[in-house]
C-alpha cells in the first residue's frame, strides 16, 4: 500500500468527493465544482508523476470523480479502484489521451473525459514558434550571444530559412494541425500540403480564399494540395508539422526510412506525442544531416531524451509547454472539472466536443453538460439538445 499522499480540501462537507491528482491554474474550476456540493481534494504531493498506487490511495474508499494528467498510466488498476471506490467520472486534463486505456474504463462503466478545443491555438502557436525558431536558428544565435561570442555582423552569420513561398506540410490536419496551417499559410504566405485520414474542408476552403485575397492585391496567390499519402509531404514539404493523435498507425511514423524520404534542409516539428517519432534514428538523422533541423515539445520517454539529443545544435527542444498559456490551462482545468462534474450530476454529454466556448464564458453559467466525453456513446450516456 502506497503512503498517504498530502493533499488540499476545499469545501469539506460536499457531497460528491472529487480528486485532482494535481493543483491547477485558476480557481474556476474549483469554485464550479463547490458550488455543485463537491469536496475538492487536490493532491499536492511533491512529485511530478504519481503512480498507479500514489493514484489508488488518493482514490481511497470513497470517491467520486477523478481529475487526471497526461502523465499518469489510466487503466484497469485506477479504473477497478475508482470503481470500488463509487467513481464514475474521470476526465484527463488534456485532449489527447493516449495515456488512458478507455476499454478497461468501459469495462467498468467509467465516463472519460477529455479537453478539445481550448487549447487549439495555444499548441499551434507553439508549434509555429518552434518552425520559426528552426528556420532561424534562434536558439544558436540566443546561445552564441549569451557566450559573449558576437563580435560584429557577418554575412554569413546564421544564416537560415526564408519561409514564404515555401511548402508547409502538415501531418494530421484536425484542430490543431488546421489551425497551425493557417497561421503558416496566412502569417507567411507558404504553400500548404497535408495528409489525413479525412478531409478537411474548411481548412481548404480558407486557403483558397486567402489565395483569391491575394490575387486580388496583386500578389502571388498560395496553393493547397490534399497528398494522397504521407511520402507525398515527406518529398515535398520544406517545413512539416506533426499533429496526428497517437495511437497504433502512427506510432513511429517518422523513422529511418521516412526520414531518409524528407529534403535534407528541411526542418521537422512535433507538438502531438513522442512517440510518433523514433527519437533514435532521428537523432542519427540529425547528425548525418547538420542542415535538417528539428523543433520538438514532446519526447518518447518523457522526461527523458534519447542518448545524444541533447547535444544537437540541429534541435531545439522544449518540455512540453505547447499548451502553456494562462487562458488555455485554466480552460483545460475548467473543462476537465465539468466533465467529471457533469457525469456524478447526471447532465448530458454536449453534442459538439468542438465547440467548448460555452463552457469557457467567466462571466456565465457553463451549460449544464459534460463538455467531451470519449466513451459517451458506449457507455450509452444521453446528449444534450443545447
Ligand atoms: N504538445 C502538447 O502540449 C499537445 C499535444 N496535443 C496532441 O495533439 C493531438 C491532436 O489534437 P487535436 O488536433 O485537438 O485532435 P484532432 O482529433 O482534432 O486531430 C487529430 C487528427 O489526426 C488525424 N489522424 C489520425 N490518425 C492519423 C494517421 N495515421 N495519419 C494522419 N492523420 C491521422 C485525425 O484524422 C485527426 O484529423 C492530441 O491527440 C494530442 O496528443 C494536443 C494538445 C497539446
Ligand atoms: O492536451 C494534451 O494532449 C497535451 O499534451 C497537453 O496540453
Known sequence: MAKPVSIEVWNPNGKYRVVSTKPMPGTRWINLLIEQDCRVEICTQKKTILSVEDIIALIGDKCDGVIGQLTEDWGEALFSALRRAGGTAFSNMAVGYNNVDVKAANKYGVAVGNTPGVLTETTAELAASLSLSAARRIVEADEFMRAGLYDGWLPHLFVGNLLKGQTVGVIGAGRIGSAYARMMVEGFK??????DLYQ?????????????????????????????????????????????????????????????????????????????????????????NPMFRVGLDVFEDEPYMKPGLADMKNAIVVPHIASASKWTREGMATLAALNVLGKIKGYPVWSDPNRVEPFLNENVRPPAASPSIVNAKVLGLPVSKL
Open 190 to 195: 507558404m504553400n500548404l500540403i497535408y495528409y
Open 200 to 288: 478537411s474542408t474548411r481548412l481548404e476552403k480558407f486557403v483558397t480564399a486567402y489565395a483569391e485575397f491575394l490575387k486580388s492585391t496583386g500578389e502571388k496567390p498560395v496553393t493547397w494540395k490534399r497528398a494522397a499519402s504521407m511520402d507525398e509531404v515527406l518529398r515535398e514539404a520544406d517545413v512539416i508539422s506533426l499533429h496526428p493523435v497517437l495511437d497504433k498507425t502512427t506510432f513511429h511514423l517518422i523513422n529511418k526510412e521516412t526520414l531518409s524520404r524528407m529534403k535534407k534542409e528541411a526542418i521537422l516539428v512535433n507538438c502531438s506525442r513522442g512517440p510518433v517519432i523514433d527519437e533514435v534514428a532521428l537523432v542519427e538523422h540529425l547528425k548525418e
